[in-house]
């Protein structure tokens, strides 16, 4: 009855239970059953009615007496490890103990508005329009409390500023960088709402009694205002500044929205995140996490450089009912999703706000947002919310195993990650066994989950990268690379064709996996949008990334399909290359 493969690596002791042929029992630790936990329980098994190849996804085994069915998280048989496995149970032969579950013990914080951030804790918490939200579709972050809160960690807020003398951010004295003087000073000076807002959504200070709570809500906090100068310089530089303290930088910024022109990165901006990827943390590579964009549905997270630069985690929103927010761009090149809600009429994120006046909220004017509560804002939304909550994540998992490479937090993320929206018509499963879906990446982040899987993680090999280059549209095989489970995969697309918009870009993978770059839109100029011709855009070359084929192989024949949707015929294409990353 036990046939499969397995699944992708990583989890040392990732069984929470045993098989023995002998008597044909399993015994697990530890069995959920509602709020209790049972220890030490061994079962026999009556039949098994499913099983899959992907990661687990539940951190413990569960029995539901409704069904009488158990799910077993993991187990290895003959040498063969399977994942999700439901059964029935034919007898229970013994139980040592029992006690509560983490599951019914969260973590509840006692900051005052605590009870308002639903992408924390969705108990069904209604917006301004009265409809309430989906219950339990959040970060589970209450669960991932008891193992983490970020101590010990730094987050570096890339943004307009931060306000480091907000009442609810613990941020490191003297340390954050204006760039108005280009100096460390006060990055904010009354200005800085919006890296203000991220920040709390990162690591606003927990049980406090005041105000909100962040993700990492013990993490420490810096501020850099480089949008404040709008220079390459202050870009690239602040990806790299201390980087000898600085575990994250979260960036809730890039290409201009709504404008569905293929924006390049600069070279220097390339650069400056390859350093932090080789030297950050001592060699095991910073953190970057990046906002995916909001400019659906004219914009595609795959027409911005940045987010498809390989050492990006880019993330995108959802809602309060774990579905895609109306302006969240989708892409192949898309890791993860957090939360950013709709509009401030609607539901949308609390966090912190400048202590001054000018900031989201005046704490007057706005009957949407809080009357009296200046220092704190509802109306933060956007995949600019949804990227310093990952950024949090992050710092949790970065706790509990600070050995964890760059590359090893990129492939936790994607095998812990939730499938919300499960009826939604694009999750598909890719060769190497995980669900992908280019609107939620590998789904919305799982803190308990994530943070679990951090505790024993054995890091992954070392990376191996194979490229070729052709001058024509033709297929590119690879051979021989010794990448068994690829990470991540680049493709530059040089072409003459007069207008991006009308292009349509696939990438097939050997194992099958469409990949889809670009699909038929129209453009707008970024200072009226009023529709305008989209332009070339390939003329020099563009860089698109693919995350959603972690886990499959390099090797094989890879396609590329650039179709012309006006003349219904394929495009003219000067050359592309391929960069596939691995292990």
Known sequence: ????????????????????????????????VGTTDYYGVQVGIGQVLRYTTLPPVSTVDVFDPATGQLTIRSLTVGGVRYTNIVVTLQ??????????????????PNDVL???????????????????????????????????????????????????????????????????VNAYGDPSSGLGNHGTACGGLAAAIGNNGKGVVGVAFDAQLVGYNLLQTGTSYAQANALVKDMDSNHIYSNSYGALDYLGTFQPAETMWENAIMTGLNQ????????????????????????????????????????????????AEAGSNVLISAYGGEYCDTHTLTTTDVTAAAGFNNGTTNPEDYIGKSHYTRCLNGSSGAAPQIAGVVALMLEVNPALTWRDVRMILAQTARQNDPT????????????????????????????TAAQNWVSIAPQKVASYAMSSAMPITLSQTGIEKLEFVEITL??????????????????????????????????????????????????FGIAQLIGERADGVWRLAVQDTKKNSPADVLGWSIRAMGF
Not at 310 to 327: F, H, L, M, P, R
Not at 432 to 441: E, K, S
Not at 531 to 536: A, E, M, N
Request: proline letters at 4%.
């Open 280 to 327: 950050g943390r001592n060699g095991k590579g910073a953190i970057y996490v990046w906002a995916a964009g909001n400019g659906a549905p004219r914009d595609r997270s795959d027409y911005d450089e940045q987010a498809n630069f390989y050492g990006v985690i880019a993330v995108t929103a959802v809602n309060d009912q774990g579905k895609a927010s109306e302006y």
């Open 114 to 180: 605590f009870s308002d951030q639903w992408h924390l804790r969705n108990t069904g918490q209604a917006g301004r329009t009265g409809v309430a939200g989906l219950a339990g579709d959040d970060l589970n972050a209450a669960r991932a409390w008891n193992l983490a809160t970020g101590k010990g960690i730094q987050i570096a807020i890339l943004d307009d500023g931060l306000d480091i003398y907000h009442e609810d951010l613990r941020t490191v004295p003297g340390k954050s960088w204006d760039y108005r």
């Open 494 to 543: 040089t072409s003459q064709h007069a207008s991006v918009g009308d292009l349509h870009i696939t990438l097939t993978s050997p194992s099958g996996t469409v990949s889809t770059l670009a699909v038929p839109h129209t453009c707008a100029s970024p200072d009226t949008l009023v529709i305008v011709g989209c332009g070339s855009g390939l003329i020099t070359g563009f860089r």
């Open 1 to 32: 009855m036990w046939a499969g493969i397995t699944g992708i690596g990583g989890v040392k002791n990732a069984d929470a239970a045993h098989f023995d042929p002998t008597t044909g029992r399993v015994t697990l630790d530890a069995v959920s």
């Open 91 to 108: 007898a229970v032969y013994g139980v040592t103990g029992a006690g509560m579950t983490a599951a019914a013990n969260p973590v509840l």
């Open 424 to 451: 939604h018509p694009d999750w598909r499963a890719n060769a190497g066994g995980l669900l992908f879906n280019p609107q939620y990446g590998f789904g919305v982040a799982d803190a308990w989950a994530a943070v």
